[in-house]
């Protein structure tokens, strides 16, 4: 079946730095991939839409120049958390469609800013 | 190999019937499993189940968790056209990790 990956699965990084999440398709081409962000209460929300080849589109309420989303292929999605505090500590999903209905996640990325 | 699988994939059915939608799943150190409801691009959350055999209902929704077979269902009964959605299970396992199906497209006609 179709996997996706995301690297690393748990990051700690001191408040002020930046940090990188990497999602990948590993067998199959996704146009389009998403970010979302698990709060308490298993509330995700969705954060952006990533398009390869072109700018994301941001959700309301999400600051753009601080989750720098960059769609560089059709498998590779990155989303870069810039100047990272510790409110920004939480629990980051991807998700990639092929050209199916279907949609598969990523494992998920743990972030903790100290 | 950590797994959740749903079936069925997809599923047409017409307003009033009742549908059954499954979830199985292989995580080691199982913690709960949740079921969102997916219209557009964003998942809404369902129900959290922990425990097995205690039934979480909302409306005309309801959930049960099987920890022995390890497996949940997600019952909708008078469905309607609103009900027409992707149904996502995620189990998380250690290390607050989560595993996410790949959905059931349930579509209701009138």
């Known amino acids: 079946g179709a996997v996706v990956s995301q690297h690393p699965s748990r990051v700690i990084c001191k408040s002020g730095t930046s940090v990188k999440i990497e999602c990948r398709s590993l067998?199959?081409?996704?146009?389009?991939m998403f970010w979302y962000r698990q709060f308490p209460k298993q509330s995700l929300m969705l954060m952006a839409t990533?398009?390869?080849?072109?700018?994301?589109?941001?959700e309301q309420g999400v600051e753009k120049d601080k989750f720098l989303i960059n769609h560089a292929s059709l498998t590779l999605s990155t989303l870069t958390v810039t100047s990272a505090h510790p409110e920004d500590s939480s629990f980051y999903i991807c998700?990639?469609?092929?050209?199916?209905?279907?949609?598969?996640f990523g494992p998920g990325t743990r972030l903790t800013v100290t | 190999e950590d797994k959740v699988v749903q079936s069925p994939l997809s599923l047409v059915v017409h307003e009033g019937d009742t549908v059954t939608l499954n979830c199985s799943y292989e995580?080691?150190?199982?913690?709960?499993l949740l079921w969102y409801k997916q219209e557009k691009k964003a998942p809404t959350f369902l129900f959290m189940l922990?425990?097995?055999?205690i039934e979480k209902k909302s409306g005309r929704l309801s959930s049960i968790l099987d920890k022995k077979e390890l497996f949940s269902i997600l019952n909708i009964t008078a469905t309607q056209t609103g009900d027409s959605a992707i149904y996502l299970c995620?189990?998380?396992?250690?290390?607050?990790?989560?595993?996410f199906g790949t959905g059931t497209s349930l579509t209701v006609i009138p």
């Open positions: 998700s990639a469609r092929p050209d199916r209905y279907e949609q598969y």
């Open positions: 067998d199959f081409q996704a146009t389009t």
């Open positions: 990533s398009n390869e080849g072109s700018k994301a589109t941001y």
């Open positions: 995580v080691t150190n199982f913690r709960s």
């Open positions: 922990t425990s097995s055999g």
């Open positions: 995620a189990v998380e396992g250690s290390g607050n990790q989560f595993y």
